[in-house]
């Protein structure tokens, strides 16, 4: 692997070891000594609402868990290193982890975002922030990084990049689009929850704080809802974990406990996902009833030259467009046994949702033509299981397809 950012345990660890390995290690073993009363191998659940204080104004590091838990403390601690921060707060959900990061901006704020970002995240921006005194522009960033320059005004404070985007795989330099920033002296968040910080390092190439989903494929079992935030400077960090503490969005002791449970096995998975996701892309390429294939990995993808060079690995991610629209791809889901019609990704099963009906149905029909997504669309996240199991799978959803046209 390359591109994997080199921890500052990397004395401790031995000097010999490739990148990959001290991401690997990091992995298991980064936030988990915190019980030095019985030296669990595994981070205890700090199942308490406040602690005991010792005397007046003296308490042994955490007085109530809104503020501080040792749990997440320790999942903190860990995320913080695999992306290279100074800093980490853990959320309760991913979208409690982007309100928490727009909450720093005063109304007034201009804010830049791509124009094909997440559903949720466009209607968190647009129909709630946008009625409470921030101002959004939703530009094509992804086609020439110089419309983000384009679009900055005197009261931009913030560039918003998820790259790639959700759910057609589109990338966004981030080197460039932070450099913009950069001189304007605006503030970068990346969205780093489809690659993880086991593929893309956005820190690393100019951004001022990473935002994760964690549900997604750094908890990797579909089993909790949770979000991080990370950011480059302490001073910086601390305004967030202030912040989180005003709003109340924290992360609760097991959820962090789950996730942290998770990242253990990060790195193997996204090796998995990875070579699944390359296997079916591949084959969907070759299927007549599939008009368009979205990958990063496949070498028809039009910013393949950037994904090599700003990723480390393609991840899990592809969507496809369906010939015949809508009924079509409704027709196919149906067929599937192996892959789940559900939405949500990152889980070590393989999902299929609908955009046009599912995670992007918030945004208006001309939204969602703009931002390129088509009612055939169909978003997969791959999982683990037998590419071979899974290929079948597909078998299943383009037979219908076949009967249905008889």
């Known amino acids: 692997m390359v591109g994997l950012w080199l921890s500052p345990m990397g004395d401790l660890l031995g000097s010999n070891m490739s990148k990959s390995e001290r991401f690997q290690t990091l992995c298991v073993h980064r936030g988990v000594a ?20 010792t005397a007046p104004m003296q308490h042994a590091g955490y007085d109530y868990s809104r503020t501080a838990n040792p749990t997440r403390a320790a999942l903190e601690e860990c995320l913080a290193a695999l992306e290279g921060g100074a800093r980490c707060t853990a959320t309760a959900t991913g979208m409690a982890a982007e309100m928490t990061v727009m909450a720093m901006f005063p109304a007034g704020s201009h804010i830049i975002a791509g124009h094909d970002i997440y559903g949720g995240t466009y209607r968190l921006f647009s129909q709630v922030l946008a009625k409470n005194g921030l101002e959004f522009s939703f530009v094509d960033m992804t ?19 998820e790259t790639p985007t959700n759910p057609l795989l589109n990338l966004v330099d981030i080197a460039a689009v932070c450099g913009i920033a950069k001189k304007a002296g605006v503030t970068t968040i990346v969205d780093n929850t489809f690659m993880s910080p086991f593929f893309q390092h956005p820190l690393e190439l100019g ?29 910086h960090g601390e305004k967030i974990a202030w912040m989180m503490n005003n709003l109340g ?4 002791p097991f959820d962090a406990w789950l996730v942290l449970r998770g990242v253990k096995t990060l790195p193997l998975r996204m090796k998995a996902h990875n070579a699944n996701a390359l296997a079916l892309a591949h084959d969907l390429e070759k299927r007549p009833e599939v ?8 070498e028809t993808h039009p910013q393949h030259a950037l994904a090599k060079k700003q ?15 809508q009924p079509a791809a409704f027709k196919f ?29 918030s945004m208006t029909l001309e939204q969602r033509r703009n931002a390129g997504i088509a009612d055939g669309n169909l ?10 199991d899974l290929i079948e799978d597909l078998d299943r959803g383009f037979a219908a397809l076949k009967r249905s046209r008889k």
């Open 291 to 298: 008009s368009h294939v979205y990958y990063p990995g496949l």
């Open 207 to 235: 951004a001022d704080v990473v935002m994760h989903s964690t549900t997604k494929y750094i908890n990797g079992h579909s089993d909790v809802v949770s979000g991080a935030i990370i950011s480059k400077t302490a001073e």
């Open 34 to 53: 915190k019980d030095s009363a019985w030296n669990s191998v595994i981070t205890p659940i700090y199942a308490t609402s406040t602690f005991r204080f």
């Open 143 to 161: 086609g020439d990084p110089m419309n983000v320059k384009k679009a900055l005004r005197k009261n931009t404070r913030a560039v918003w990049i």
């Open 311 to 325: 990723m480390s690995g393609f991840g899990g991610m592809l969507s496809f467009d369906l010939k015949g629209g």
């Open 379 to 388: 978003r997969v996240s791959v999982g683990i299981e037998n590419a071979e």
């Open 333 to 361: 889901v149906k067929a599937l046994k192996v892959i789940s019609f559900a939405e949500s990704l990152g889980g070590v099963e393989s999902l299929i949702e609908h955009p046009e009906t599912m995670s992007h149905a």
């Open 249 to 252: 969005t924290g992360c609760s």
